[in-house]
C-alpha cells in the first residue's frame, strides 16, 4: 500500500479548507457583545437573530418562517415524525442521500423510488408515481446533489411546486449545496417559487462555515414552522445558542460570504482535478460533471461490483462509497466520490489507486 | 403594579452568575488548540476527550460507558425512544419534571405515579407499584429534585438498585443537580451502585456552565450506550462539537470548578433569602428546604387554588409554576418557586407579591 489511504469516502472538507480563525475571532466578539443570548436558554425557533439574517438572505421571508436546527439532518428527521405516518408513500430520488433513506425507513413509510436524470429528478417517471396513488412528501435535493453532482433545472424547479400544488403533496427541498455553485449564482429555490404552502426548505452552516457547529435551518410556511419549533423545544428546548451566536457573528461581519469564496474555489480545483484524471485514468467512466458542492457519481461498465472493487480499493491505500448505499435497489456498477476531503494534488494519486484496484479485479475474474 | 414581574417560573440562573468571560477564554483557547475537533464532524457520542473527562469525573468509568448529548433532555428524550413501547409501565416520581411527563406521554406509555417524601421517592407506594405488574423504567431525579427540591437518601439509592437488579427494570438517574449542593459532597449516584447493568444516568453543563451550551450527556452499561449512540448517529451525525470542545476546555482548566463554587455560593443566597421570606411572610406554606440546585416546592392550605392565584400573582408583578404543570393529578394547592432566576435582595419583595396575590384571592372568595 502506497502511504495514507486517500479518502473519498466522507462528505466533509479536509481541515485546511476549515476557517478556524475566522470562527475563533467570531467566537470572541459573540462572546462579547452577545453573551446572554448565547449561554441562555433560548426557544425551539433557536437564535432569533440568526433566524432573521437567513429569512433576509433568502430574499425576505419572514423570521417567522424559519427555525434553526442542529444540523439540518435533525431538522429534516423531525419534519419527517412531524409529517409523515407509517404507510405514507414517499417519493425519494435514486439515487439519494444515504442517511435520509435511513430515517425514512425507520419510520415505515412506503418509498417510491423516482430516478435521476443529468438536470435531476426524471419528471416523467415522477407523474407516473403520481398517477399510482397520492404521494405524501417528495424529498429533493435540488443543487450539487448528494450523491449524484447533478443540480435540479430551473424548468423542473417550477414544474415541480405547480405539481405539489395540484397535487397537494410537500416539497422537502433538502439544500445544504446551495451557496456552493463553482460559477456564478445559485437558481432560484422551490421556497422562492411556492405560493400555496407546499414546501419546506433545510439547509446548513456546515459547509459553509464547518459541520461541528451543528447548525442547520429549516424555512416553510408559518404554522408548520411553529408546530415544528414547539416539537423541537419539547424535545432539547431550544438549539444550540452558543454555536449559533458564533455563526450569526461570521454571517453579519462578512467572514461568512469570503470563506464560502473561499471554499468554492478549493471545491471547484478538487473537482476539476478529479474529472481531469478519471478522464485520463478511467475513461470507461460515466458522469455528471458536478457544478458545485461535493459529489460526483460514476457508473462503470455494466457487470462491474462496485462493492468488490471498494473492498479492493481499500488493500490499495483507496476508499469511497459504493453505489447500492444509495439506492434502494441496484448501484451495483456505481460509486460515490466526495472530492471535499481530497487536497486537488492528491487527486491523481487517488484516482490511480482505483484505477489499479479496477484491474486487479477484473484480472482476478475475466468477464 | 410595582416595578418589573419577578419571576420565580424558569429553572435557569439569571444572567449576573453566567460565567461569560471563562467561556469567552475557553473559546479562545479550544479554538487555537482543539479547533479540529471542534469544526469537524464527529459521531454519536460527540467529543471523545469529553467522553474521557465525565468517565473520570464519576470516579472511573471506562469512556465507552459515556456518550455526550446536545442537553440531558434530548439524551432522555431518546433513551426514553430507545427504551420504551406504548403500553410499558413507567415509574414517574409525583410531583416531577413537567418537560419528562410530556416526552414520555407522547410515547404512549402506562405512567404510574409513586409520590415523593422529604428523603425522595416513597419506597412503599413504590414496591406497591412493583407488586400490581412489571415495570419497566423508574424515572428518578435524585438530587434537589425538580420541582420537589428534596433529595433520595442514600439508603433509598441502594434499595432502589437492589430493586432494579431483583425485578429487571430501568432506572433513568436524571440528575442535573448533583454538582450543587450547598453544603458538602455529593451523596453517591445510583449509577456507582449499580453492579448488574440496571442504571442509566444523564446530567448535563446546563447548570455548571451554562444553558446555552446545550452540553449534557448520558452515561451507563457499555450495549446501551454503544446502541443509543448509534441511533444518535442516525439523527444528527454528532452532537455539538464545537460547544464540547470549549466545555472540556473549561473543565482541563478548572474553571469548571471555580463556577461551580460561584454558582453554589448565589444559590444558597437564594435559597436561604426565599426560604426566610416565607416563614416570615407565608407561614402556612410547608415545604421542604432544599439541599441544593434551584427549586422549592411549597403547598399552600388545602382548598388554595394555585392556578387562581398565578393568575393574581401575574398582575400583581410576580410569576411562577402552579403545582398541577408537575402532575398526573392534583397538585391544585401547590407551587414551583425557582430561586435561581432572582437575586437574593428581590427575594423578600418577590415572596411579598405572592403573599399580597394570596390575599387578595383569598378576599375575594373566603372559604
Not at 432569533?48 to 433576509?56: D, K
Not at 461498465?301 to 471498494?310: I, P, R, V, Y
Request: glycine residues 10%; charged residues 20%.
Amino acid at each position: 500500500m502506497a502511504g495514507e489511504t486517500i479518502s473519498f469516502a466522507r462528505g466533509a472538507p479536509s481541515a485546511d479548507i476549515l476557517p478556524h480563525e475566522a470562527v475563533r475571532d467570531a467566537a470572541a466578539r459573540a462572546l462579547a457583545g452577545d453573551w446572554e443570548t448565547a449561554l441562555s436558554y433560548g426557544v425551539g425557533i433557536g437564535h432569533p437573530g440568526l433566524c432573521q439574517w437567513v429569512a433576509e438572505r433568502h430574499g425576505g421571508l419572514d423570521a417567522s418562517q424559519v427555525m434553526i436546527t442542529n444540523g439540518s439532518l435533525e431538522g429534516g428527521a423531525m419534519l419527517f415524525e412531524h409529517l409523515l405516518g407509517p404507510g405514507d408513500r414517499v417519493v425519494v430520488e435514486q439515487p439519494t442521500y444515504d442517511r435520509t433513506l435511513l430515517l425514512l425507513q425507520r419510520l415505515g413509510v412506503e418509498l417510491v423510488p423516482v430516478p435521476l436524470e443529468a438536470d435531476g429528478l426524471g419528471l416523467a417517471a415522477f407523474e407516473v408515481a403520481l398517477a399510482e396513488g397520492p404521494i405524501k412528501l417528495a424529498h429533493i435535493i435540488p443543487n450539487a446533489h448528494n450523491p449524484a453532482g447533478c443540480t435540479l433545472s430551473s424548468a423542473k424547479r417550477a414544474r415541480l411546486v405547480e405539481l405539489a400544488a395540484e397535487h397537494d403533496f410537500w416539497i422537502f427541498e433538502d439544500d445544504p449545496y446551495r451557496e456552493l455553485p463553482f460559477e456564478g449564482e445559485p437558481l432560484e429555490t422551490m421556497l422562492s417559487l411556492d405560493a400555496t404552502g407546499h414546501v419546506i426548505h433545510a439547509s446548513s452552516f456546515s459547509k459553509t462555515v464547518s459541520p461541528g457547529v451543528r447548525v442547520g435551518y429549516l424555512a416553510g410556511p408559518v404554522e408548520e414552522i411553529a408546530k415544528l419549533s414547539k416539537r423541537a423545544n419539547e424535545t432539547y428546548i431550544s438549539p444550540n445558542m452558543l454555536a449559533e451566536s458564533i455563526v450569526l457573528e461570521l454571517c453579519n461581519s462578512g467572514e461568512l460570504d469570503r470563506n464560502i469564496d473561499f471554499v468554492k474555489g478549493a471545491l471547484k480545483d478538487r473537482c476539476d482535478a478529479l474529472v481531469a484524471a478519471l478522464r485520463e485514468q478511467i475513461p470507461e467512466a460515466e458522469f455528471v460533471v458536478p457544478e458545485g458542492g461535493y459529489f460526483l457519481w460514476l457508473d462503470l461498465a455494466a457487470g462491474t461490483d462496485a462493492s468488490a472493487l471498494l473492498a479492493e480499493a481499500k488493500g490499495g491505500g483507496v476508499t469511497f462509497v459504493a453505489g447500492p448505499d444509495f439506492m434502494i435497489d441496484g448501484g451495483e456498477n456505481s460509486l460515490r466520490l466526495s472530492f471535499a476531503p481530497v487536497p486537488a494534488e492528491q487527486m491523481s494519486e487517488g484516482v490511480s489507486r482505483i484505477a489499479a484496484a479496477l484491474e486487479r479485479i477484473r484480472a482476478a475474474s475475466p468477464a
